[in-house]
């Protein structure tokens, strides 16, 4: 069985999306099949890790998500006698799950928030915790929906910690920041200034830039000033490792959010886009994670803080956290697939 991906990355939109469908695509390979991407934008940020997998990236030209690229990708999948091709991002929408279901491909849409309605898609994957069927009421008869985070897609690499438990300390000293693979809203700078304020000398900070990241030369200087209680890196090569380092985590309101769940790393979430303000307020709403709001009365710092010396608290999402995400999602979307 092949499978084709079409999804994109950016400074802007963010490596999400390729790097969600890369954990569908270690799993597919996994079962014995072939997969190929195709990409029109963040080919030179993520061939080499796509290269790594041993899997191809192909170029689309032309606007992202238009007419033209429904028709090369339904080309594609055909010249490489695929029989699936996942699609992955905001920019496709109805008329494009139409354009691959014409050309007579089987077709998943990855989809957050509704926005590829009607939906001719043969099953429509939400992996996110605010997903409801209500969002979906406009689709095929043969459609199927997969919903929630029995769903969350994890890279093979997790499936190694799925035994382990996080032992909790009384004080949080390892902090985790990640903003995702770009930082479009420029977020990162602002979080390091709230670090610098709290002036906790036992804490130590590791921030992931994101390989899309354009500041990061910028956060390496001003890493340079702080001192050495703080390491930028632009991307790790163990994620799970890194959660599995950390106390607790400042993040977006993204997909890393499942593999700290998974990895029971109690964290506050900053809502960056407009686009993750669904994630965001269900997950902090549920009690999951805690807000961080860069502007507002209650002082950033001070929840940081709050949550360091709270080990009860940390204690409490930890567990919630396995029981959320419990690491089986892409053997389920397979399954839905394959079976």
Known sequence: MNLLIRADASADMGTGHVMRCLALAQGWIDRGGRVEFALARGAQELGPRLEAEGVAAYRIAGESGGVDDATQTAALAAKLEAQWVAVDGYQFDASYQCALKRAGMRVLFLDDAGHGTPYSADIVLNQNL???????????????????????????????????????????????????????????????????????????????????????????????????????????????????????????????????????????????????????????????????????????????RDLLDDAEERARMSELGRQTVDGHGVEHVLEAMLG
């Open 130 to 304: 605010h997903a409801e069927a209500t969002l979906y009421q406009e689709h095929g008869p043969d459609t199927r929906l997969l919903l929630g985070t029995r769903f969350a897609l994890l890279r093979r690499e997790f499936q190694a910690w799925q035994n382990w438990r996080r032992p909790i300390p009384k004080t949080a000293h390892r902090l985790l920041v990640t903003l995702g693979g770009s930082d479009p809203t420029k977020t990162t700078p602002r979080l390091l200034a709230v670090l610098e304020r709290m002036q906790r000398r036992e804490l130590e900070a590791l921030v992931i830039a994101g390989i899309a990241n354009p500041l990061s030369g910028e956060l390496r200087a001003l890493a340079a000033r702080l001192g050495d209680w703080l390491r930028i890196e632009p991307s790790v090569p163990d994620m799970p490792g890194a959660l599995a380092w950390a106390d607790i985590a400042v993040s977006a309101a993204g997909g890393t959010c499942w593999e700290m769940l998974f990895m029971q790393l109690p964290g506050l979430l900053v809502a960056t886009t407009p686009s993750a303000q669904s994630v965001f307020d269900s997950l902090t709403e549920r009690g999951l994670f805690h807000a961080l709001h860069l502007e507002g009365s209650e002082p950033a710092e001070e929840r940081l």
